[in-house]
């Protein structure tokens, strides 16, 4: 069976971090997409994203998007149970996300 990518997460950053997605016990998670856009007119966001493995920091993304800017990366990031990612914007908050991958049964080794 052929395995679907889903959307796993979805809203808009605030100025703090906060956990957008967490994998679910029992599960193996890849994160394979993130897209952004910055509809805050006029203003240049800066976007922070954190991957969190029992609690430490092991990725980080930061990113400038201009108004009305749309970025999209492709990436693939494999989680297990517990981890999770976190985001937030620099100034203002306001940049609209959105995290897409898969979620397998089962732990990987």
């Known amino acids: 069976m052929a395995v679907r990518t889903k959307l796993l997460c979805h809203g808009t950053t605030t100025t703090s971090f906060v956990t957008v997605y967490t994998v679910p016990s029992g599960k193996t ?24 493995i029992s609690g430490v920091e092991h990725g980080f993304l930061r990113i400038a ?7 999209s990366l492709g990436y693939e990031a494999p989680m297990q149970p517990g981890e999770s990612l976190s985001l937030k914007s620099l100034t203002g ?13 089962g732990v990987a080794p």
């Open 29 to 52: 998670a890849i994160v394979k997409s993130i897209i952004l856009s910055n509809p805050v007119g006029g203003a240049t966001q800066t976007f922070y994203c954190r991957q969190m």
């Open 65 to 71: 998007l201009a108004a009305a800017d749309v970025f």
């Open 93 to 105: 908050g306001g940049v609209t996300f959105l995290i897409g991958g898969v979620e397998l049964d």
